[in-house]
């Protein structure tokens, strides 16, 4: 498991392939000399050009139905193309540096990186929801409460600055009123006993090995935890789709020129994403179909049911664009600034700052309507 993201790699490309490409790139100039959003295939139907996607962080088995949604490209005016145009990269830095570069139209990563990149003063946005709770589970060794976490001899798996693990460490300790030395709202940062693991395969072998006590596993790694360190003390110290409110998650992030020049194929781009997660919340057996075919591992059925079951009960998957909305952001970059993941000046972006909210508008409308939960989409 400590090589499942180099492992996957491949199968990340084919399978992620929400990169997609028609018979003519759509960001050929048109008649009038400006620049084409779409191009008419021979049926007349859209036919989009190429989206490059890096993911920074990503992980297949946790994100089924995104992983999947390429088979519904064809719907949405896409079709599969080659493993090249996806980039899975761990390092979330990397990731930031290779979008930036032009070298992806899209990036995936936790709204954090989105946000320091606005900071920065990057001309970027989110425009589609990606994920918004998350599988993961804290997990302890050797420790049965997550207030341990601050007692110096307790060695903490964290990931690397802006990536997933510390966004929700930092969004858990405030919803446990968890503090610091100060009385301050307890950081990643303050912790002083910790090893930097940014795939939870490592973070897994970490834990089954008594190398670290605390450590984010999501429902795989968490079976295989159990398995493995079957003489440990091994304790479930936080859900974090249960613990924790007013956080973005996880979207889909773009150039706001790019944006601009393109806003019919990132509304399609982000439909096919909402299509997909409606498709296998309302259908287990195609989800079940879909994860094996994308598991580079060895299928499990019984545990893709039980995070089937988990992603329904908790709202782990995104059905429209309400995650999207100006409240949730605002509380999102307060929480931030105050666990140190942000400068206090993002107190100041706005939301159209940080999100172009239009996409994912237009998305939920082009697949039904709103729909906040499985209720809505089975009414």
């Not at 990269?89 to 995936?108: C, K, N, P, R, Y």
């Not at 946000?115 to 918004?132: H, M, N, S, T």
């Not at 159990?226 to 889909?252: C, E, K, M, P, Y």
């Not at 307060?334 to 237009?362: I, K, R």
């Amino acid at each position: 498991m400590a090589g499942r993201r180099s492992m996957k790699m491949a199968g990340l490309a084919a399978a992620l392939a929400l990169v997609l490409t028609g018979a003519a790139c759509g960001d050929d100039a048109g008649d009038d000399g400006t620049q084409g959003d779409t191009q008419q295939g021979t049926d007349g139907e859209a036919d989009y050009g190429e989206v490059k996607i890096v993911l920074s962080g990503a992980s297949l088995e946790d994100k089924i139905p995104q992983g999947g949604a390429w088979r519904l490209g064809p719907e949405w005016g896409f079709s599969e193309q080659s493993e090249e145009s996806v980039q899975a990269i761990e390092s979330h830095a990397t990731a930031s540096q290779i979008f930036l570069s032009g070298q992806a139209d899209v990036m995936e990563a936790t709204f954090i990186v989105a946000a320091q990149l606005v900071q920065e003063g990057q001309d970027v946005r989110a425009f589609c929801p990606e994920e918004i709770d998350t599988l993961e589970h804290i997990m302890g060794v050797g420790i049965s409460d997550i207030s341990q976490i601050t007692d110096p001899g307790v060695i903490v798996g964290i990931d690397s600055p802006g990536g997933l693990i510390n966004y929700l460490m930092n969004h858990l300790f405030r919803a446990k009123g968890i503090t610091n030395s100060d009385g301050e709202p307890l950081t990643t940062d303050d912790l002083e006993n910790v090893q930097i693991l940014e795939d939870g395969g490592l973070r897994l072998a970490s834990l089954a090995q008594g190398e670290i006590n605390v450590g984010s596993l999501d429902l795989f790694e968490q079976d295989q935890l159990q398995r493995r360190a079957a003489d440990l003390d091994v304790n479930v110290l936080s859900v974090t789709a249960q613990d924790i409110d007013n956080a973005v998650g996880s979207v889909f992030i773009a150039r706001t020129e790019w944006l601009q020049e393109n806003p019919e194929r990132a509304a399609a781009f982000c439909a096919m994403i909402l299509d997909a997660t409606r498709t296998l919340a309302l259908d287990v057996d195609t989800y079940l179909e879909w994860a094996e075919d994308i598991s580079a591992l060895e299928f499990d059925e019984e545990v893709q049911r039980r995070v089937w079951e988990f992603s329904r009960e908790n709202g782990v998957w995104p059905y429209d664009n309400s995650i999207l909305n100006p409240d949730t952001v605002a509380a999102d970059i307060e929480v931030l600034v105050d666990t140190g993941l942000l400068e206090e000046s993002a107190l100041e972006l706005s939301f159209e700052d940080l999100v172009d909210p239009g996409p994912a508008e237009q998305a939920t409308e082009m697949v039904g309507g709103p729909a906040s939960s499985v209720e809505d989409l089975e009414a």
